[in-house]
């Protein structure tokens, strides 16, 4: 067993992003853990009261992002100079809190919302992120806010988040280091999650801004 406490971080970078060694990513989550949750605290101070909750959602937010698409960016980073991961970890950061504050702004504005697909897991490709713009924040938004409502845990939220836009398989979820979950299991979770949001938005209904969410699920 490889003991990682003492390696550069941009080496755990290039571990974690071509693995799921989890002493790796125990450790670089426990280098980079700080850095992220001061970036959420400082950038999000400028758009809202924080509370313990929207810190630790906007961290798991962080995460997500750092993991999506087979941890993208963690694989396309190059060391610029000692220290350029930190960095790159806060712009990151602080891009995922402005946006996640953008999409929450135009949810109050009523910008209505476009059809979208929650397929049954396993029954095609895993949805990677794609779609752009205003209204697919919109959409993202008010599922993250049903999920929030729905489950308190937030390993549930992080799978479904890395199936749908991460674009990762229950496969590979259940490989994720903290997950501890079978590929089974990952299953289940989606299966009950998106059962929900499917049972809760098929029908015609109204938010609380007045948008109705119709067109939400494709047939």
């Not at 980079?32 to 949750?37: R, T």
């Not at 909750?53 to 060391?79: H, P, S």
């Not at 504005?109 to 059809?115: A, F, L």
């Not at 049972?199 to 007045?210: D, F, H, I, K, W």
């Amino acid at each position: 067993m490889e003991d990682y406490r003492g390696a550069p971080l941009e080496d755990l970078v290039r571990t974690c992003a071509a693995s799921t060694e989890a002493d790796a990513w125990d450790e670089f989550v426990r280098r980079i853990q700080p850095v992220i949750a001061t970036t959420v605290i400082r950038t999000a101070r400028s758009w809202t009261e924080l509370s313990r909750a929207l810190i630790d959602d906007l961290v798991q937010e962080t995460y997500l992002k750092l993991c999506a698409e087979q941890c993208r960016l963690l694989r396309d980073f190059r060391k610029q100079h000692e220290g350029s991961f930190l960095g790159f970890l806060k712009v990151v950061t602080a891009n995922v809190v402005r946006d996640h504050f953008k999409a929450a702004v135009a949810v109050k504005r009523g910008s209505g919302v476009v059809g979208a697909s929650l397929s049954e897991p396993g029954t095609e490709e895993p949805h990677s992120e794609k779609n752009s713009g205003p209204e697919h924040a919109v959409l993202i938004s008010q599922i993250h806010e049903w999920l929030c409502r729905n489950t308190d845990n937030d390993r549930d939220r992080l799978v479904f988040w890395l199936y749908y836009r991460g674009g990762l398989t229950a496969r590979d979820i259940a490989s994720v280091p903290g997950i501890a979950l079978s590929t089974k299991g990952v299953e289940s979770v989606l299966w009950r999650l998106t059962s929900g949001l499917r049972t809760l938005l098929v029908r015609p209904a109204t938010s609380s801004s007045g948008v109705a969410h119709e067109g939400f699920l494709s047939e």
